[in-house]
């Protein structure tokens, strides 16, 4: 198993531009969700999903959009990329059957000049 | 475990010595709770859970108890390693939601020789 893959690991954009994370698992897990991550804080839930079709808001989710028409995959994307977005964007899976243990991606580190 | 800003709260540990690291929760309807361990450049790791009805529970080398009086979670570490040197975070399940998590803005632990 690969478990959770994101891509890219690294992503500089120019304010305004637009770009899609990649985010998938190969566990066959219900649950998925993102955050992100700014220094010297914990993460924050943007947007999650407990199955293909169904998404929902999560802490802060103004400007990103998610969607998922597979169980596997959960991109989550930049309308108009802008500083405030600067951060680290994990992807996260879990099961929904036995305990919440969420298995994290390896994060993509994102800059926007 | 409070937030301070960019500032983490940072715990030396001396190798061999035990380690407590601490989380003030915010809700005290939550339900369940996780502490994640973060490695420099990784996605945070699972460690450990407790539901709130449940005041102790062990793993291995760990032990998270939670005093819902106060709303205060702790997560001990015996005979700490170099190994454990991380970056600790605790989350709270908000009720009656299969996957809203919020974390804590995490601690630093230290390891010394």
């Known amino acids: 198993n690969a478990g959770v893959t994101q891509t890219p690991k690294f992503q500089v954009l120019k304010t305004g531009q637009s770009m899609t994370l990649q985010c998938a698992q190969d566990?066959?897990?219900?649950?998925m969700s993102w955050y992100r991550q700014d220094p010297g804080m914990g993460l924050r839930l943007i947007h999650y999903?407990?199955?293909?079709?169904?998404?929902d808001q999560g802490e802060v989710p103004n400007g990103y959009n998610v969607s998922r028409s597979t169980t596997e995959d959960f991109p989550l994307r930049l309308l108009s990329a802008a500083p405030s977005q600067t951060s680290v964007y994990f992807c996260?899976?879990?099961?929904?059957?036995?305990?919440?243990?969420?298995?994290f991606g390896p994060g993509t580190r994102l800059t926007v000049t | 475990g409070e937030s301070v800003g960019l500032h983490l709260p940072t715990l030396s540990v001396q190798e061999g010595d035990n380690s407590i690291i601490n989380c003030a929760y915010s809700?005290?309807?939550?339900?369940?709770f996780i502490w994640y361990k973060q490695e420099s450049g990784k996605g945070p790791q699972f460690i450990i859970d407790i539901r709130s009805n449940m005041d102790k529970r062990q793993g291995q080398r760990v032990t998270v108890l939670l005093n819902k009086t106060v709303k205060h979670l702790s997560l001990q570490i015996a005979a700490t390693q170099p190994g454990d040197s991380a970056v600790y975070f605790c989350?709270?399940?908000?009720?009656?939601?299969?996957?809203?998590?919020?974390f804590g803005a995490g601690t630093q632990v230290v390891v010394t020789p």
């Open positions: 809700n005290s309807a939550s339900d369940y």
């Open positions: 996260a899976s879990a099961s929904a059957s036995g305990t919440y243990e969420q298995y």
């Open positions: 989350a709270e399940k908000w009720p009656d939601s299969w996957g809203k998590f919020q």
């Open positions: 999903s407990v199955g293909a079709g169904i998404t």
């Open positions: 566990m066959n897990h219900e649950y």
